[in-house]
């Protein structure tokens, strides 16, 4: 199988999943599109090292994060509006209700894509810790803050899920 | 919780309509040849505009000047590469003229101006000891070899396999930003065996690249350096920066006949002990 080949059928195989994590993370289909455009580009650029990787999975998601963090540094505010918290009272109607990916939306990049790691790509501390290029403890202060953060945010019929 | 968390993500999400994955990966394979062959031609910034190239005969007069006889490639000194303070008397970059000051923070870009190339002799012969594969590592020992006295760190390399390294210079103005990259050419430049050819290109809209030094050599690798005015991004920002070389010093290093797809056995092993980890950039 030609370098061509095998990357060909590993982008294949994980597009979408790239694509989801990517919405996941800016919740906007068109930049999730961009975003995966852009690390599948990177990967093929350096598939002979990729390849080597233990986990290539991580590895392309390593590239994604670093593309959407990249993505953030150069824009101010193109990023979903779903993301500007909204001032209290929003549990005072069902309507109102911040969903998951709404409160999601209100950590900062970093922290949003350690959750999404680790509790939606089912990743390890240290996986995450080393797709994201920071200490275990970081992931793990981070975390715990983060969870806080979505609990106090999450309407309480949410909220038994973090008991 | 862990699975509870993820079924809410995931039943979000489900409520979701993606558009069509469409052909993500043709797309990315043919942006990803592109991009190869650009780097093979040393064409520079992809996507990105460039304001102009400037004059490279008219910048480099005396010994850079493709009529003036040539440039020797700088000579060989070491200097241990470490965040430490580089030693006053530390190597130059032998063979340039005197060395302009590098340009301060906030002071005008460099004028766009006509879009030329200029050939230089350079030193084939010189450093052809036993040869190793280049690594990143021996990169950024030559590359701290043949820079200005001042204090380098924030070592790097880029993401992937390609020979990419960065690294900071402190003159005493604040850290400044290198990059130097290096290929191999489709084919080499047919104008002999001892000349290269260099661009030198001002990318008006990219700090990270504000000044470009292209060497084609005779071999056909291609030497990249690039000048920023800018640090590298830490998390926030790309923190302005004052450019830590000027044009004539990137082209002092760019020259140099050490620089190859093969290297000098004694920069790759001296770069594997001065370099045995570098995080990775961009």
Same mark, same amino acid.
């Given at each position: 199988?030609?370098?061509?080949?095998?990357?060909?059928?590993?982008?294949?195989?994980?597009?979408?999943?790239?694509?989801?994590?990517?919405?996941?993370?800016?919740?906007?289909?068109?930049?999730?599109?961009?975003?995966?455009?852009?690390?599948?580009?990177?990967?093929?650029?350096?598939?002979?090292?990729?390849?080597?990787?233990?986990?290539?999975?991580?590895?392309?998601?390593?590239?994604?994060?670093?593309?959407?963090?990249?993505?953030?540094?150069?824009?101010?505010?193109?990023?979903?509006?779903?993301?500007?918290?909204?001032?209290?009272?929003?549990?005072?109607?069902?309507?109102?209700?911040?969903?998951?990916?709404?409160?999601?939306?209100?950590?900062?990049?970093?922290?949003?894509?350690?959750?999404?790691?680790?509790?939606?790509?089912?990743?390890?501390?240290?996986?995450?810790?080393?797709?994201?290029?920071?200490?275990?403890?970081?992931?793990?202060?981070?975390?715990?803050?983060?969870?806080?953060?979505?609990?106090?945010?999450?309407?309480?019929?949410?909220?038994?899920?973090?008991? | 919780?862990?699975?509870?968390?993820?079924?809410?993500?995931?039943?979000?999400?489900?409520?979701?309509?993606?558009?069509?994955?469409?052909?993500?990966?043709?797309?990315?394979?043919?942006?990803?040849?592109?991009?190869?062959?650009?780097?093979?031609?040393?064409?520079?910034?992809?996507?990105?505009?460039?304001?102009?190239?400037?004059?490279?005969?008219?910048?480099?007069?005396? #010994?850079? &000047? $493709?009529? @003036?006889?040539?440039?020797?490639?700088?000579?060989? =000194? +070491? /200097? %241990? !590469?470490?965040?430490? *303070?580089?030693?006053?008397?530390?190597?130059? #970059?032998? &063979? $340039?003229? @005197?060395?302009?000051?590098?340009?301060?923070?906030? =002071? +005008? /870009? %460099? !004028?766009?101006?006509? *879009?030329?190339?200029?050939?230089?002799?350079?030193?084939?012969?010189?450093?052809?000891?036993?040869?190793?594969?280049?690594?990143? =590592?021996?990169?950024?020992?030559?590359?701290?070899?043949?820079?200005?006295?001042?204090?380098?760190?924030?070592?790097?390399?880029?993401?992937?396999?390609?020979?990419?390294?960065?690294?900071?210079?402190?003159?005493?103005?604040?850290?400044?930003?290198?990059?130097?990259?290096?290929?191999?050419?489709?084919?080499?430049?047919?104008?002999?065996?001892?000349?290269?050819?260099?661009?030198?290109?001002?990318?008006?809209?990219?700090?990270?690249?504000?000044?470009?030094?292209?060497?084609?050599?005779?071999?056909?690798?291609?030497?990249?350096?690039?000048?920023?005015?800018?640090?590298?991004?830490?998390?926030?920002?790309?923190?302005?920066?004052?450019?830590?070389?000027?044009?004539?010093?990137?082209?002092?290093?760019?020259?140099?006949?050490?620089?190859?797809?093969?290297?000098?056995?004694?920069?790759?092993?001296?770069?594997?002990?001065?370099?045995?980890?570098?995080?990775?950039?961009?």
């Amino acid at each position: 199988m030609t370098d061509d080949e095998a990357f060909a059928e590993f982008a294949h195989a994980q597009a979408e999943r790239l694509r989801t994590t990517a919405f996941m993370l800016c919740r906007d289909w068109h930049l999730a599109q961009d975003l995966t455009q852009t690390a599948l580009t990177r990967l093929y650029l350096g598939w002979r090292k990729a390849a080597q990787a233990d986990n290539l999975v991580a590895y392309a998601q390593k590239i994604l994060l670093r593309a959407y963090l990249d993505h953030r540094r150069r824009r101010s505010s193109t990023e979903s509006a779903t993301g500007v918290l909204r001032e209290g009272g929003y549990r005072e109607s069902p309507d109102l209700r911040l969903t998951m990916m709404d409160a999601l939306a209100q950590l900062p990049p970093r922290d949003r894509a350690i959750v999404i790691l680790r509790y939606f790509e089912d990743y390890s501390v240290e996986q995450t810790a080393e797709v994201l290029d920071v200490p275990a403890s970081v992931v793990k202060s981070q975390t715990k803050r983060s969870l806080a953060k979505l609990r106090e945010l999450l309407a309480a019929d949410q909220l038994a899920l973090f008991g | 919780m862990t699975e509870e968390l993820r079924t809410l993500m995931r039943s979000e999400l489900s409520a979701e309509r993606p558009p069509p994955l469409g052909d993500l990966v043709g797309t990315a394979m043919r942006d990803g040849r592109r991009i190869r062959r650009i780097r093979r031609l040393g064409a520079l910034g992809a996507g990105t505009a460039v304001a102009g190239i400037v004059a490279l005969a008219a910048t480099l007069s005396g #010994p850079f &000047g $493709a009529g @003036a006889g040539g440039v020797q490639a700088p000579a060989a =000194a +070491p /200097a %241990p !590469p470490s965040a430490a *303070a580089t030693p006053p008397g530390a190597p130059t #970059p032998s &063979g $340039a003229p @005197a060395l302009e000051a590098p340009r301060r923070l906030g =002071a +005008p /870009a %460099p !004028p766009a101006a006509t *879009a030329t190339a200029s050939r230089v002799r350079i030193d084939v012969n010189r450093g052809r000891g036993p040869q190793m594969k280049a690594t990143s =590592a021996a990169m950024l020992e030559l590359l701290t070899r043949l820079l200005p006295p001042g204090r380098t760190s924030n070592y790097g390399v880029a993401t992937g396999d390609d020979l990419h390294v960065q690294l900071y210079l402190d003159r005493g103005r604040g850290p400044g930003m290198i990059r130097v990259s290096m290929g191999k050419g489709a084919s080499p430049p047919g104008y002999g065996a001892d000349m290269a050819e260099l661009t030198i290109e001002h990318l008006a809209d990219n700090c990270i690249q504000s000044t470009v030094v292209d060497a084609f050599r005779p071999d056909g690798t291609i030497v990249q350096v690039d000048i920023a005015t800018c640090l590298a991004w830490d998390g926030k920002q790309n923190k302005p920066a004052g450019a830590a070389l000027t044009a004539k010093q990137a082209v002092a290093i760019a020259v140099d006949a050490r620089w190859g797809m093969t290297m000098d056995a004694d920069l790759v092993l001296a770069g594997a002990k001065h370099f045995p980890s570098l995080p990775e950039f961009g």
